[in-house]
């Protein structure tokens, strides 16, 4: 590894911490933030990196799927909920998901990522039937399902506690959950971007009693907005704090706030620069998770691969068919092929391993074989509820 040049001498203190491998304060959060040097930021989140994952760098094959965007929530921030009735508005019938997942399937995915709105009449049952379908016809594909604000809204309509609501979604077949809706815990900013989301305190709540049903979780933060310097520090914060209690995150992602579209369409894009601060500082505050994500949907695949050199160890998957990002202006493809992501690792240095959801070593000969393609392809059966 290169050496250290510092042209901020502020920094000095953290990198003798980062050295010594001790945990990071409050105030070096939004010194790492606040700094000019951001190559040297970007040196140690590298530095502690290597020393987790060497040159490992993780992908896997997986498949979105997003139920339904309609939604009762109307955050300002998001450019995908809608209205039952307004245009664009869907909600697949069980059989089109099937269909997708099928073809998913053939395409070697190892998990399908399951995501939507908040609809004001599907019943929790229409998501239970959707996981537990979809586990009997693919019983190896990892389900990742649902985020804490979804879980948090099934328990309301069902009537059942949070525990209950994690039982039923378990017995179904839900593996694991995935980490979105945490946006930015501070009330100030959740107040702005999403004012009747659960709150910040509730989602970490949920998010700590995912953990104790026995599924593991991801978590996110969303950046770029109307948050302080001081504000993201809080979440990584409370984001480790409740690691050091569950050990049950996996993995990391920040999020670049995409503007279009929204409520908050005056805000301007990311930077490459903020891009590639918030992984590098994501990982060097959450020292007690062990992967941090570069979303190539969302920041690029050009930023994504430089990321790999500023913190991050994993691009995430093939994704397919990607709605949330590309209803608020995002310009990148929905899919990369696995060819395609092991290239961007292998020409950033690093050497590629595919994974399964839980960052197990993915062995393609010890899958079951792919069915073969149907040549009638997906017939649309989208209905409104
Ligand atoms: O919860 C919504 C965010 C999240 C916008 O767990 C927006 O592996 C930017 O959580 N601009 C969903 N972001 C995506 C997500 C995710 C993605 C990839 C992997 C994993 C994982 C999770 O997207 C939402 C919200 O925080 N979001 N609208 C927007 N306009």
Redesign the pocket.
């Known amino acids: 590894m290169s050496e250290l040049i510092l042209t901020d001498d502020r920094l000095k203190p953290i990198a003798d911490k980062v050295r010594a491998g001790e945990r990071l304060s409050f105030d070096d959060g939004v010194q790492l933030y606040r700094s000019p040097d951001l190559l040297a930021v970007g040196w140690l989140a590298n530095y502690v990196r290597e020393k987790k994952h060497g040159n490992v760098t993780y992908y896997n094959v997986n498949r979105?799927i997003n139920p339904t965007n309609v939604c009762v929530a109307h955050?300002k921030?998001?450019?995908?909920g809608r209205d039952p009735n307004a245009p664009g508005a869907y909600t697949y019938a069980l059989d089109e998901i099937y269909q997708r997942a099928d073809q998913g399937v053939r395409e070697g995915a190892t998990e399908f990522?399951i995501?939507g709105g908040l609809h004001p009449d599907l019943p929790f049952e229409y998501f239970l039937e959707l996981i537990s379908g979809l586990k009997k016809r693919h019983p190896h594909v990892h389900l990742?399902a649902f985020?804490m604000?979804e879980v948090h809204y099934f328990a309301r309509i069902a009537k059942l506690t949070i525990e209950e609501t994690l039982q039923k979604m378990k017995a179904a077949g839900v593996d694991s959950?995935?980490?979105?809706?945490?946006?930015i815990f501070h009330p100030r900013v959740r107040r702005i971007i999403c004012d009747h989301k659960v709150s910040g305190q509730m989602w970490l709540t949920l998010a700590r009693k995912t953990h104790e049903a026995g599924l593991h979780?991801?978590?996110?933060?969303?950046y770029?907005?109307v948050e302080t310097e001081e504000e993201r520090v809080d979440h990584l914060i409370k984001l480790r704090e409740t690691q050091d209690i569950t050990r049950g995150f996996?993995?990391f992602?920040p999020?670049?706030?995409?503007?279009?579209?929204?409520a908050?369409s005056h805000i301007p894009k990311t930077t490459g620069y903020l891009d590639l601060r918030n992984i590098a500082v994501a990982r060097l505050m959450l020292d007690n998770f062990d992967h941090i994500?570069a979303?190539w949907?969302?920041l690029t695949p050009s930023i994504a691969q430089i990321a790999l050199r500023f913190g991050a160890n994993d691009l995430?998957?093939t994704?397919v068919e990607e709605k949330?990002?590309h209803?608020?202006?995002?310009k990148t493809s929905e899919f990369t092929p696995r060819n395609e992501l092991e290239r961007l690792i292998r020409a950033a240095g690093r050497v590629p391993v595919e994974r399964d959801?839980l960052y197990n070593k993915i062995d393609r000969s010890k899958l079951p074989p792919l069915p073969a393609a149907t040549p009638a392809g997906l017939v649309s059966l989208s209905l409104n509820v």
């Open positions: 979105h955050c921030l998001c450019a995908f990522h995501v990742k985020t604000v959950c995935p980490g979105g809706g945490a946006e979780s991801n978590a996110t933060m969303l770029g907005h996996v993995a992602i999020l670049a706030f995409h503007p279009d579209n929204t908050l994500k979303y949907i969302m995430d998957g994704v949330i990002y209803d608020a202006g995002a959801t």
